[in-house]
């Protein structure tokens, strides 16, 4: 292990030390593509919640909605494999959707849940989406916060101030971009640092890809809530909305105000964890 590995683990314990309750447990699960970490939080026969991070912030972002859900749920924080985290990938990498979703399918398993909710943000709630298509038997209520590549494709201003982060994360760019999209809003300086020591950190790049096909998504039953930020910089929210209408039956849709696509989850507006309590408590179960 390295000093920068060393120096990434310090600082994602910190962030569980200073925000996760003290009862998580942690869990490595060992699935086709690597070992992947878990943190889980609240009663063991409650009814499964799965959280995915988006890209490079790590499970540990989820810990106000952890911490809300974790009365009623058995929540499960995931660090995704090949990205910055706890996991550990495997020789056999996640190269096409269908790996992703296996990926996805040996979790549940290592969970023992037959099914669970999801909950991604960004990314991760691609990830989500692509596997209530792929499984809808297993996922019980989708929640989507602020989802990307999912109902419409990324602003192009967004992935032009993206590029130079993508292509050498440095500590610098990552700030500044995320400066940028935040419109500076304070974040905790705990998960700020973790943030900063994700850049240094080996991953492989996320799979990306498509669109989930619209006439699965028009096929499915499976109860969805999307919440979007007022002032997400990735996408145009009005666009988001108005094509996630027409395409999931089953949808709950509501704006986070004054939220920005990367002060979720970790600063969404206290709104954001009451609405996604409320839906599960009506659909999760």
Same mark, same amino acid.
């Given at each position: 292990?390295? !000093? !920068?590995?060393?120096?990434?683990?310090? #600082?994602?314990?910190?962030?569980?030390?200073? $925000?996760?309750?003290?009862?998580?447990?942690?869990?490595?699960?060992?699935?086709?593509?690597?070992?992947?970490?878990?943190?889980?939080?609240?009663?063991?026969?409650?009814?499964?919640?799965?959280?995915?991070?988006? %890209?490079?912030?790590?499970?540990?972002?989820? @810990? &106000?909605?952890?911490?809300?859900? =974790?009365?009623?749920?058995?929540? $499960?924080?995931?660090?995704?494999?090949?990205?910055? %985290?706890?996991?550990?990938?495997?020789?056999?990498?996640?190269?096409?959707?269908?790996?992703?979703?296996?990926?996805?399918?040996?979790?549940?398993? =290592?969970?023992?849940?037959?099914?669970?909710?999801?909950?991604?943000?960004? @990314? &991760?709630?691609?990830?989500?989406? $692509? @596997?209530?298509?792929?499984?809808?038997?297993?996922?019980?209520?989708?929640?989507?916060?602020?989802?990307?590549?999912?109902?419409? /494709?990324?602003?192009?201003?967004?992935?032009?101030?993206?590029?130079?982060?993508?292509?050498?994360?440095?500590?610098?760019? *990552?700030? #500044?971009?995320?400066?940028?999209?935040?419109?500076?809003?304070?974040?905790?300086?705990?998960?700020? *640092?973790?943030?900063?020591?994700?850049?240094?950190?080996?991953?492989?790049?996320?799979?990306? /890809?498509?669109?989930?096909?619209?006439? #699965?998504? *028009?096929?499915?039953?499976?109860?969805?809530?999307?919440?979007?930020?007022?002032?997400?910089?990735? $996408?145009?929210?009005?666009?988001?909305?108005?094509?996630? #209408?027409?395409?999931?039956?089953?949808?709950?849709?509501?704006?986070?105000?004054?939220?920005?696509?990367? !002060?979720?989850?970790?600063?969404?507006?206290?709104?954001?964890?009451? *609405?996604?309590?409320?839906?599960?408590?009506?659909? /999760?179960?």
């Amino acid at each position: 292990m390295t !000093t !920068t590995d060393d120096a990434f683990l310090t #600082a994602y314990d910190a962030v569980m030390a200073a $925000h996760w309750p003290a009862s998580t447990e942690q869990a490595e699960i060992r699935t086709p593509f690597g070992t992947t970490h878990v943190n889980t939080v609240g009663p063991p026969d409650a009814p499964p919640v799965v959280l995915l991070h988006g %890209g490079g912030t790590t499970s540990t972002v989820w @810990y &106000g909605t952890a911490t809300a859900l =974790g009365s009623a749920h058995r929540v $499960h924080a995931v660090d995704l494999v090949g990205d910055p %985290g706890r996991s550990v990938a495997g020789e056999r990498g996640i190269r096409r959707l269908g790996d992703l979703m296996a990926w996805l399918d040996a979790v549940l398993d =290592g969970l023992g849940a037959e099914s669970a909710s999801l909950c991604g943000h960004s @990314y &991760g709630g691609w990830t989500a989406l $692509h @596997y209530a298509a792929h499984a809808p038997g297993r996922v019980r209520a989708l929640v989507l916060v602020d989802p990307t590549n999912c109902f419409t /494709g990324f602003s192009r201003r967004y992935l032009l101030r993206a590029l130079p982060m993508l292509l050498r994360p440095t500590v610098r760019r *990552r700030r #500044a971009f995320l400066a940028w999209e935040t419109r500076r809003a304070a974040l905790d300086e705990t998960w700020l *640092r973790l943030f900063d020591q994700a850049a240094g950190f080996p991953a492989a790049r996320p799979l990306t /890809g498509p669109r989930p096909a619209p006439e #699965a998504l *028009r096929a499915l039953r499976t109860p969805a809530l999307l919440l979007l930020a007022e002032l997400s910089r990735a $996408h145009d929210v009005g666009r988001v909305a108005a094509s996630a #209408a027409t395409l999931l039956p089953r949808l709950e849709t509501a704006v986070l105000p004054g939220a920005t696509h990367h !002060t979720l989850p970790l600063a969404g507006p206290p709104e954001m964890n009451a *609405r996604i309590e409320k839906f599960l408590a009506a659909h /999760g179960g």
